[in-house]
């Protein structure tokens, strides 16, 4: 089995397992995207995955309004072993920009979303509901077997605090002296942070370089709006230590 031969079938992320012969149970807005935005009907095809049984194509046999009969037929692609983990450390911004910043971040292999509150930040909560099914449907999209993860929002403090220096964070600020983030050194598992619209306060960014285990980068002379920044430091994940 090849992977071109089953892209052309729809793709919908399950919560339950995934092997021969089950029948996933699908949420009504995804039967309602099968039925009426797709038209299936039965005998059509359709791929699922789950984040942990690698992707299974499905033959429709009924479809109805709020019920849907799928049967799984066969594996077509197995669970690869879990990625490297790539962290986004980023404060909420307005609703279309942030959409696209999520979208995005998970195309380019996000593993980790964590959302924080900055002195200067537009955005004091986020929709956690909203981001997630946001996430759902990149991954969905963009052919990914994982779901990247949306931690709570909690105050940059709070972060630093409890990051205990797992993950190496490379902060990118503005207005601070140092190296260019392509002159950066990387481990396999990557953290990022941007600032905020607005940028970093100073007390903030002199908070942030105080940890050991974070390292400052610039991002050139052209100051940047936080999901340009963003995805300015995700095109870094595949960089090899």
Known sequence: MTLTRFTKYPRLYVEQSLDQNASPKLETPQIHYLKNVLRMKEGDQVRFFNGSDGEWLGEVL???????????????????????????????????????LVE???????????????????????????????????????????????HKLETLEKLLAAWGGKTKITACLEYFDAPHISEITFEKDKAFIIGPAGGFEDAEKEMIVSYNFVQPADLGETLLRAETAALKCLSFIDRKP
Not at 86 to 99: E, G, V
Not at 122 to 129: L, M
């Open 104 to 150: 995005k971040a998970v195309e380019l292999g996000v593993t980790d979303f964590h959302p924080i509150l900055t002195h200067h930040g537009e955005v004091r909560k986020v929709n956690t509901e909203r981001i997630t099914a946001q996430i759902t449907e990149a991954a969905e999209q963009c052919e990914r077997l994982d779901i990247p993860t949306l």
């Open 62 to 100: 009924a479809l109805g309004k709020k019920d849907a009969d799928i049967k799984l037929t066969a594996q077509t692609k197995p669970q690869p072993e879990p990625k490297n983990k790539a962290h986004l450390i980023f404060a909420p911004i307005k609703k279309q920009r942030m959409d696209f």
